[in-house]
């Protein structure tokens, strides 16, 4: 404004700028030393408005977090915003919580200190995963404010990571706090398609985020950029209810947080990790998953010689001939559990079903059945067995059950339909797992719950569903969306189908095959609604029935947890590639949606030097048996490039092995 009162084209003019020297007089100054002290206000203005103003960066210097105390509207607020390589992804962001009695917290904040920016750079190894080491390297500052109008500290913790940035918030007011709403923004540029479901197990759509809408699942996965995606998630959330996200109606695109239920927070714990997942494309979200496994604490348990992942085969006819047929083929086919499903102690949806008994429910089985010596049976041909137990048996009898479980040499319990999201459940469903692990039985948790990373702490949950599997009939476009969003979260129970009608109606054998790749899962249920047993054997007639194929093999040999995980290709609701290594083998996966696509191959993760044998298992029409999979061998080595010719929602897999001699 001075500007415009200074003729500027005058460098001898001066300005009345009236000086009190004795109370009389005043005295002229020359324009160049208003300049100065013009200059000296203006400066003395600006670091006033951004003394709080702080800066984190990622190790690798991509990725910058600024940080502000601000005022809005009477509000200050501890706000964030997010760069990648200079350009704005967050807009600032703000974090307030709503108390039951309508107070704010965070509306009225001072930042009092900031700590010394401390590194982290370390690895660890999982007792399973997608990949054998796991690098954990991060910057890291927190941020101690103060609401002026409550009292309360107000703690904003802060890890910026190569991958991406995370954030949590503690308010240690001594007492616990009764919050009704929590308010963790992401403000976006622009309006950027997001990949949205509400529900666990729900089907995708791909929206603006204006158009979000409420009680959308996380992780979101949306696309700011021709190469940039981001997804929305979060961590950590053990004893806090589940996050949901919602759009908030305006001019700028704003996802604000929404708790599943009210909570009560003990003033010692903090919120879970909010996560923003950054990539260049979708495969390197995937690529980098286990940012959500950094931010869970260490393996509580001392010795994990117990927890052992691996094929699943579901048995469902609940007889004795039933469980030797599925004991017999995972023996043969290099499975390493059964599954005896629902119906094994009564019926499930029955409040009065004790799951301490076996009393076959009629419309499942007539028997007979002897749980226990049939344990017995699988224990001496080393097969685990798995029960399933409805969450109605679970809550009223959970303490009596698992030490019964381990008395009769279970090894593990599939939860079922389990209640989640609120603050309750979220806190009874962790504790379940713990008290599973204090009797060395490892868990499969149905149906909506969707994980947080507590898998690191207590491995003994080895997979979840949360997932719009097979036995849901999902089209191969919602299959492949589910790898870039609701996977990014880990591990995810696909119940894979093979023999079943579905699979020739929407699929191909080759993309089931596929999908034993693609999707991890360490208990990978497989051939969910087929059988061993034959029509003779169980009289009926609706069941699909494992028929002898040779592509089974690839079946046989896959395993279930991995070395080194890459994404070749990826376009979510389109198309995937996706590389497994197992030791020295690399099994392979590649699904196709909606059109005739070839993708390219090439080999460069391969050891160079080293000669491969690639076996791959290709859809075939042409081929006459009931599958129609065509195998074939190839040479290769590091330098080759592969070509995959995939029709519209089909797939192929593959096996890359060091060639024999």
Same mark, same amino acid.
């Not at 391969?606 to 044998?613: A, F, R, V, W």
């Given at each position: 404004?001075?500007?415009?009162?200074?003729?500027?084209?005058?460098?001898?003019?001066?300005?009345?700028?009236?000086?009190?020297?004795?109370?009389?007089?005043?005295?002229?100054?020359?324009?160049?030393?208003?300049?100065?002290?013009?200059?000296?206000?203006?400066?003395?203005?600006?670091?006033?408005?951004?003394?709080?103003?702080?800066?984190?960066?990622?190790?690798?210097?991509?990725?910058?977090?600024?940080?502000?105390?601000?005022?809005?509207?009477?509000?200050?607020?501890?706000?964030?915003?997010?760069?990648?390589?200079?350009?704005?992804?967050?807009?600032?962001?703000?974090?307030?919580?709503?108390?039951?009695?309508?107070?704010?917290?965070?509306?009225?904040?001072?930042?009092?200190?900031?700590?010394?920016?401390?590194?982290?750079?370390?690895?660890?190894?999982?007792?399973?995963?997608?990949?054998? @080491?796991? &690098?954990?390297?991060?910057?890291?500052?927190?941020? /101690?404010? $103060?609401? *002026?109008?409550? !009292?309360? =500290?107000?703690?904003?913790?802060?890890?910026?990571?190569?991958?991406?940035?995370?954030?949590? @918030?503690? &308010?240690?007011?001594?007492?616990?706090?009764?919050? /009704?709403? $929590?308010? *963790?923004?992401? !403000?976006? =540029?622009?309006?950027?398609?997001?990949?949205?479901?509400?529900?666990?197990?729900?089907?995708?759509?791909? &929206?603006?985020?204006?158009?979000?809408?409420?009680? /959308?699942?996380?992780?979101?996965?949306?696309?700011?950029?021709?190469?940039?995606?981001?997804?929305?998630?979060?961590?950590?959330?053990?004893?806090?209810?589940?996050?949901?996200?919602?759009?908030?109606?305006?001019?700028?695109?704003?996802?604000?947080?929404?708790?599943?239920?009210?909570?009560?927070?003990?003033?010692?714990?903090?919120?879970?990790?909010?996560?923003?997942?950054?990539?260049?494309?979708?495969?390197?979200?995937?690529?980098?998953?286990?940012?959500?496994?950094?931010?869970?604490?260490?393996?509580?348990?001392?010795?994990?010689?117990?927890?052992?992942?691996?094929?699943?085969?579901?048995?469902?006819?609940?007889?004795?001939?039933?469980?030797?047929?599925?004991?017999?083929?995972?023996?043969?086919?290099?499975?390493?559990?059964?599954?005896?499903?629902?119906?094994?102690?009564?019926?499930?949806?029955?409040?009065?079903?004790?799951?301490?008994?076996?009393?076959?429910?009629?419309?499942?089985?007539?028997?007979?059945?002897?749980?226990?010596?049939?344990?017995?049976?699988?224990?001496?041909?080393?097969?685990?067995?798995?029960?399933?137990?409805?969450?109605?048996?679970?809550?009223?009898?959970?303490?009596?059950?698992?030490?019964?479980?381990?008395?009769?040499?279970?090894?593990?319990?599939?939860?079922?339909?389990?209640?989640?999201?609120?603050?309750?459940?979220?806190?009874?469903?962790?504790?379940?797992?713990?008290?599973?692990?204090?009797?060395?039985?490892?868990?499969?948790?149905?149906?909506?719950?969707?994980?947080?990373?507590?898998?690191?702490?207590?491995?003994?949950?080895?997979?979840?569903?949360?997932?719009?599997?097979?036995?849901?009939?999902?089209?191969?476009?919602?299959?492949?969306?589910?790898?870039?969003?609701?996977?990014?979260?880990?591990?995810?129970?696909?119940?894979?189908?093979?023999?079943?009608?579905?699979?020739?109606?929407?699929?191909?054998?080759?993309?089931?095959?596929?999908?034993?790749?693609?999707?991890?899962?360490?208990?990978?249920?497989?051939?969910?609604?087929?059988?061993?047993?034959?029509?003779?054997?169980?009289?009926?007639?609706?069941?699909?029935?494992?028929?002898?194929?040779?592509?089974?093999?690839?079946?046989?040999?896959?395993?279930?947890?991995?070395?080194?995980?890459?994404?070749?290709?990826?376009?979510?609701?389109?198309?995937?590639?996706?590389?497994?290594?197992?030791?020295?083998?690399?099994?392979?996966?590649?699904?196709?949606?909606?059109?005739?696509?070839?993708?390219?191959?090439?080999?460069?993760?391969?050891?160079?030097?080293?000669?491969?044998?690639?076996?791959?298992?290709?859809?075939?029409?042409?081929?006459?048996?009931?599958?129609?999979?065509?195998?074939?061998?190839?040479?290769?080595?590091?330098?080759?490039?592969?070509?995959?010719?995939?029709?519209?929602?089909?797939?192929?897999?593959?096996?890359?092995?060091?060639?024999?001699?």
């Amino acid at each position: 404004m001075l500007r415009n009162h200074l003729p500027l084209s005058d460098p001898t003019s001066a300005w009345n700028l009236p000086m009190i020297l004795d109370g009389r007089h005043t005295f002229r100054l020359p324009l160049a030393s208003v300049r100065f002290i013009v200059a000296c206000m203006m400066w003395a203005v600006l670091t006033c408005m951004s003394a709080h103003a702080e800066s984190l960066r990622s190790p690798n210097g991509r990725i910058e977090v600024h940080v502000d105390v601000k005022e809005v509207d009477q509000k200050t607020r501890f706000a964030y915003s997010v760069k990648v390589d200079g350009e704005v992804l967050i807009t600032d962001s703000t974090i307030t919580f709503l108390r039951d009695d309508d107070t704010v917290l965070g509306d009225h904040l001072q930042l009092k200190q900031t700590t010394e920016k401390t590194s982290v750079d370390t690895t660890w190894k999982p007792v399973y995963g997608e990949r054998s @080491v796991i &690098v954990d390297r991060y910057n890291a500052q927190e941020y /101690v404010c $103060e609401d *002026t109008a409550t !009292r309360h =500290p107000f703690v904003v913790k802060l890890r910026c990571y190569d991958q991406g940035v995370a954030f949590r @918030v503690a &308010v240690p007011t001594g007492e616990p706090l009764h919050l /009704v709403e $929590e308010r *963790t923004e992401f !403000r976006f =540029p622009g309006n950027p398609w997001a990949w949205r479901t509400t529900a666990a197990q729900g089907e995708y759509d791909k &929206v603006r985020l204006t158009e979000m809408g409420d009680n /959308v699942e996380r992780p979101l996965t949306i696309q700011v950029g021709p190469d940039r995606y981001v997804a929305i998630a979060e961590a950590a959330a053990i004893d806090y209810p589940m996050m949901r996200l919602k759009s908030v109606p305006g001019e700028q695109p704003t996802i604000v947080s929404q708790l599943q239920s009210e909570v009560t927070w003990p003033s010692e714990q903090a919120t879970p990790w909010r996560i923003i997942m950054i990539g260049d494309s979708p495969g390197q979200l995937l690529e980098n998953n286990d940012l959500i496994l950094n931010l869970n604490e260490p393996c509580a348990i001392e010795d994990t010689s117990w927890i052992k992942p691996g094929k699943v085969l579901r048995e469902i006819s609940l007889t004795n001939d039933g469980a030797k047929a599925a004991i017999d083929f995972a023996v043969a086919n290099h499975f390493q559990y059964v599954e005896f499903d629902a119906g094994w102690y009564g019926y499930e949806y029955d409040d009065a079903s004790d799951a301490t008994t076996v009393t076959l429910d009629p419309r499942r089985s007539a028997g007979p059945f002897d749980l226990q010596a049939m344990v017995q049976y699988a224990d001496q041909r080393g097969i685990g067995i798995i029960v399933y137990v409805n969450r109605r048996a679970l809550e009223k009898q959970l303490d009596e059950i698992l030490p019964l479980y381990k008395s009769w040499g279970i090894a593990g319990v599939k939860y079922g339909f389990v209640n989640t999201g609120s603050q309750k459940w979220t806190s009874w469903l962790h504790d379940a797992v713990r008290k599973a692990a204090e009797h060395e039985l490892m868990v499969d948790i149905h149906d909506e719950y969707r994980p947080i990373g507590y898998s690191r702490t207590y491995p003994n949950l080895m997979t979840q569903e949360g997932v719009r599997g097979d036995e849901a009939k999902p089209s191969t476009s919602l299959a492949v969306t589910t790898l870039f969003t609701r996977n990014l979260a880990g591990a995810a129970d696909h119940t894979i189908c093979y023999f079943d009608p579905r699979v020739d109606q929407l699929w191909t054998h080759g993309q089931q095959l596929a999908k034993a790749v693609c999707t991890y899962s360490p208990w990978q249920f497989m051939y969910w609604y087929d059988t061993p047993l034959t029509k003779e054997q169980d009289g009926k007639t609706s069941r699909s029935r494992i028929v002898d194929s040779p592509e089974l093999e690839f079946y046989q040999q896959i395993p279930t947890v991995w070395d080194e995980t890459k994404v070749v290709h990826g376009e979510i609701g389109e198309y995937a590639v996706i590389a497994r290594r197992s030791g020295e083998v690399w099994y392979v996966g590649g699904i196709n949606a909606n059109q005739p696509r070839e993708l390219s191959l090439p080999l460069s993760f391969l050891d160079e030097g080293i000669q491969y044998n690639a076996r791959r298992y290709r859809d075939d029409p042409t081929m006459k048996t009931k599958t129609k999979i065509r195998i074939d061998d190839q040479a290769v080595d590091s330098s080759a490039e592969l070509t995959l010719s995939l029709l519209p929602n089909s797939g192929e897999a593959i096996r890359i092995s060091p060639a024999k001699p």
